[in-house]
């Protein structure tokens, strides 16, 4: 019987556990609670859900844009590393071909060397014998008589400026066994031997006007007491053509002719002033050319220096100075 009881006791006590006593107010307000976050929780949650769908779509979108973009690099880049490698190997190539050239310019250079200190030797060989062949009359005949000949008088100009261009400024004295010096002291000398004779005056004359301009031009570049025998060798060239009344006017009204000579006559070199006077002589003794030259020798002319060489050691240059100095007084009268 008290099991039983117990027993009934036992459910009867389970049964109130299960019940909760609640105002019937609360009970509503609690329930009309749970209706409103039945309707509205799934709109809220599916919201946010929606959101976060959207932005996982656009990040998802941005990615796969990333992802192309940089399989973009990608490609990019390896097209710009073949391009990188294609003009490495370019570079590599154009190096070698410039080393290439080089050396090839080199060797040109080296051949144009030898090809003229060949031409340089040959020249003063060929005009050291033609120097030497000059001094016959028939000889010159000859060879003004050529079709050449202007050419060779053209060329003969040509290679005295380059011969004074090549001086350096600091030369204190010139190498007279090398081929260019005796090449152009043999063009030199040629020109002289054409010009003592009378046909050959003509022809410097007529012809070879550019020689003559030339060798005046190079004797007032050409500093003192450098290349004596090459200024000697153009003055008695200058004094040969003077002989001729015609080369005498031209030399004479060339610009700067005047001022040349005095320029020449302070030349420490014995010589070049004998030959400078020679040629002021010329100039001096024609009366039709001194009339032209009076008033510019009378304004400019080195008296002092002309005195001092009157003085000087050497018999001829002091002869021929006094004698000059005689000559100037015809100055005095043209005054």
């Known amino acids: ?102 050396q090839q310019l080199n060797e040109a250079k080296q051949q144009l060397l030898q090809q003229a200190e060949y031409c340089t030797e040959m020249g003063a060989a060929v005009c050291t014998l033609l120097w030497g062949v000059s001094s016959n009359e028939e000889a010159v005949k000859t060879i003004l008589g050529g079709s050449k000949a202007v050419k060779f008088f053209t060329i003969a100009a040509q290679t005295m400026e380059s011969f004074v261009k090549s001086l350096s400024e600091d030369m204190k004295q010139q190498d007279l066994d090398s081929d260019e010096n005796q090449f152009v002291l043999a063009l030199a000398g040629i020109v002289t031997n054409v010009a003592a004779l009378a046909c050959g005056r003509e022809f410097l004359v007529s012809s070879s006007r550019e020689l003559l301009d030339t060798m005046m031009h190079l004797l007032g ?47 420490p070199d014995t010589e070049v002033c004998l030959h400078a006077l020679r040629l002021l002589q010329s100039v001096i003794l024609e009366p039709e050319v001194l009339a032209k030259s009076a008033s510019e020798m009378r304004d400019t002319l080195p008296f002092q220096r002309i005195i001092a060489l009157s003085k000087s050691r050497n018999a001829e240059l002091q002869a021929l100075a006094k004698e000059l100095l005689d000559d100037l007084k015809i100055l005095e009268y043209e005054a």
């Open 1 to 102: 019987m008290r099991r039983r009881a117990g027993l009934a006791g036992d459910a009867q006590a389970d049964t109130k556990e299960e019940f909760v006593k609640v105002k019937r107010r609360d009970l509503e307000r609690l329930t009309t609670e749970v209706m409103q976050l039945r309707d509205f929780l799934p709109k809220i949650v599916n919201g946010d859900i929606l959101g976060t769908l959207q932005k996982l779509d656009a990040i998802e979108s941005n990615m796969e844009k990333k992802e192309e973009e940089i399989e973009q690099l990608k490609m990019d880049c390896e097209h710009f590393r073949a391009r990188l490698e294609t003009a490495q190997a370019d570079c590599m190539r154009e190096k070698k071909e410039k080393l290439d050239l080089r």
């Open 221 to 267: 570049d050409m500093k003192p007491g450098l290349c004596t025998k090459f200024k000697v060798l153009m003055l008695m060239s200058l004094y040969n053509v003077s002989i001729n009344l015609k080369g005498l006017k031209y030399i004479s009204e060339s610009p700067g002719f005047i001022p040349l000579l005095w320029w020449l006559l302070n030349d």
